[in-house]
């Protein structure tokens, strides 16, 4: 771990329409509290769905700071050259990679551990799909219940609610019902749930937690079942999950390096980072030492 950044030119990525009236100031402020700091910083502003990518991949080796939620992390780690470093701005509603990197959640702080901060390399989850395309992850996959949640959280909701909104569109999703059985493979192991997440990390819609052992530095994926959704319910395991106590410990969870997921017949979704992406049958992988960082 190196302390200190020691590339001297930064670009920001964010969408300064993103989040009310006043992202562009924020992202303006904190450009100048970069160049304050010895940085030759510029702000690269997004247009579009996954132009965050496309602008990351342009950065080359730069310093990036991503300034968003987990899905602006999320397309600019997906566009990042191996030797670019990713700096966080958490501007978002859950912040996960923020939290798990332990960074301040307020812009100004972030921008003084940016400048600050340790270099240091985490892991990357692989997702890739059917088709053999493959996609980034930072902290989560979650198949099932949690990617429908997503699909049913719209910006507006997440501006008003926050987290708590996610909380609410759980309980719309587990009462309409219609959550297919998903085959987690293992192995030469199949296990049948209804609800799975794949963690690089301990964190999980903001300071919720799934897995106890998970850490963004093992070279490894902890992978959480709920075999049936209706035990998240349970006063026992909810007042667990309020208390921020791991879901793996009500649970059943195991370490993985690469597993796959289907689900016969029905058309489940997948997030990743928070926001959906594709359907199953999905196979997931872990990238060692994937990503530099500055936290």
Not at 39 to 49: G, I, K, Q, S, Y
Not at 204 to 228: C, H, I, N, P, Q
Not at 240 to 258: Q, V, W, Y
């Amino acid at each position: 771990m190196i302390r200190g950044v020691r590339n001297r030119e930064a670009i920001i990525i964010g969408n300064p329409k993103a989040g009310g009236t006043g992202r562009k100031e924020v992202l303006n402020r904190c450009a100048g509290i970069l160049s304050s700091g010895g940085l030759d910083v510029e702000v690269w502003p997004t247009e579009r769905p996954e132009h965050a990518t496309e602008l990351a991949s342009a950065a080359g080796a730069r310093l990036v700071v991503a300034a968003g939620g987990d899905g602006t992390v999320n397309e600019v780690v997906n566009g990042l050259k191996r030797d670019a470093t990713l700096g966080v701005l958490p501007l978002g509603t859950a912040n996960v990679l923020a939290r798990e990197l332990g960074l301040p959640l307020k812009a100004e702080a972030a921008c003084d551990r940016i400048l600050t901060g340790t270099e240091m390399r985490i892991d990357l989850g692989v997702a890739t799909n059917h088709e053999g395309v493959e996609r980034r992850f930072t902290c989560m996959a979650g198949m099932g219940l949690d990617a429908h949640v997503v699909n049913e959280v719209t910006p507006r909701l997440k501006r008003s609610l926050k987290t708590l909104a996610f909380a609410l569109a759980a309980f719309k999703v587990y009462f309409e019902g219609d959550l297919p059985a998903l085959h987690i493979v293992h192995g030469d192991t199949t296990h049948v749930t209804q609800f799975a997440i794949v963690a690089n990390g301990r964190y999980y819609g903001g300071d919720f937690r799934t897995a106890e052992a998970a850490s963004l530095m093992t070279g490894k994926l902890e992978v959480v079942l709920v075999e049936r959704v209706s035990r998240l319910l349970r006063v026992d395991v909810l007042t667990g999950i309020l208390a921020k106590r791991p879901l793996d410990r009500s649970m059943h969870s195991f370490t993985a390096e690469e597993l796959r997921a289907k689900s016969p017949g029905a058309h489940v979704p997948v997030q990743l980072d928070g926001e959906v992406w594709g359907r199953l049958p999905m196979s997931f992988g872990i990238e060692p030492a994937a990503l530099k960082v500055v936290r």
